[in-house]
């Protein structure tokens, strides 16, 4: 199957779907604070998705149960919300949420800080978002694929973070997922070329220690093998003629100018 090129038409309502995510997570990184559990996070996601007249489009998927993935520190994705895990002062917590909007899926994850969080703990949140937008430098029509994982293996590793190579991204429109499979490491073959109207979830995982991760007897959270903090950035992007249209970025975040990073 072809990576599939978006109509017009798709591409407003995968606009719109963008739109009300970012908006869930601005307003939900906002509310994170020691004290609330995990399933606290996911119920307050929840009904910001419907508030919007969205649905949570995690919710059910292979049977996961949440609307929102909630990982803390060395969980690095599909962490399960429970109403005994509790956050703590200094904790790290990816949110990954996804939403459809008449039809069309959004996906998007943010990781966020807990009260006070180390120093070390906050450069990797910081850099494993960089390495995002250092992929965005090179997310343009005519360049390959393979180009996205380079850029973001190169970075993250010139730290000596671990990047996740059992997870990767993927395109996404009518269903969450679709092709192409996106890699964040490098890969022998240079991969497709890129299109405009293509859209893609480009979403790095980054361990502070060992690229290496574990599936937990839940059969959904990912651990990192040595416990080390993991991050997680992710937007749904839209290939331009010129540069990629970020279809998650929150206002907080255009306001705070990354749309100047890349
Ligand atoms: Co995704």
Redesign the pocket.
């Known amino acids: 199957m072809a990576v599939s090129i978006k109509s017009e038409r798709e591409i407003q309502l995968m606009r719109e779907a963008g739109r009300i995510l970012a908006m869930v997570h601005q307003e939900l990184g906002k509310q994170i604070r020691p004290g609330m559990s995990t399933l606290d996070v996911d119920r307050i996601g929840e009904e910001m998705i419907r508030s919007y007249g969205c649905e949570p489009s995690f919710k059910g998927y292979c049977g996961y149960p949440g609307s929102i993935c909630v990982s803390v520190n060395e969980e690095v994705v599909h962490g399960i919300p429970n109403a005994k895990r509790i956050l703590q002062d200094g904790d790290i917590v990816s949110l990954d949420a996804g939403v459809i909007y008449k039809g069309y899926h959004s996906?998007a994850a943010r990781t966020v800080a807990v009260g006070n969080i180390s120093k070390e703990a906050q450069d990797l949140i910081n850099r494993t978002r960089q390495s995002f937008f250092e992929a965005m430098k090179v997310a343009r029509a005519g360049h390959h694929l393979n180009e996205i994982g380079r850029a973001v293996q190169d970075y993250a590793e010139s730290f000596g973070y671990g990047v996740v190579r059992d997870l990767v991204?993927?395109g996404i429109g009518s269903e969450l997922h679709q092709e192409p499979e996106i890699p964040n490491f490098r890969q022998l073959r240079r991969g497709i070329k890129l299109r405009p109207g293509m859209t893609l979830?480009v979403?790095p995982m980054i361990n502070m220690g060992t690229a290496d991760v574990v599936w937990m007897d839940d059969e959904w959270t990912v651990i990192s093998e040595d416990m080390s903090l993991s991050a997680h950035y992710?937007n749904t992007i839209l290939i331009t003629d010129g540069k990629p249209e970020l279809l998650t970025l929150t206002e907080e975040e255009k306001a705070a100018g990354y749309l100047d990073l890349f």
Do not use: L, M, Q, S
Request: charged letters at 50%; hydrophobic letters at 15%.
């Open positions: 996906d991204g993927h979830a979403e992710e």
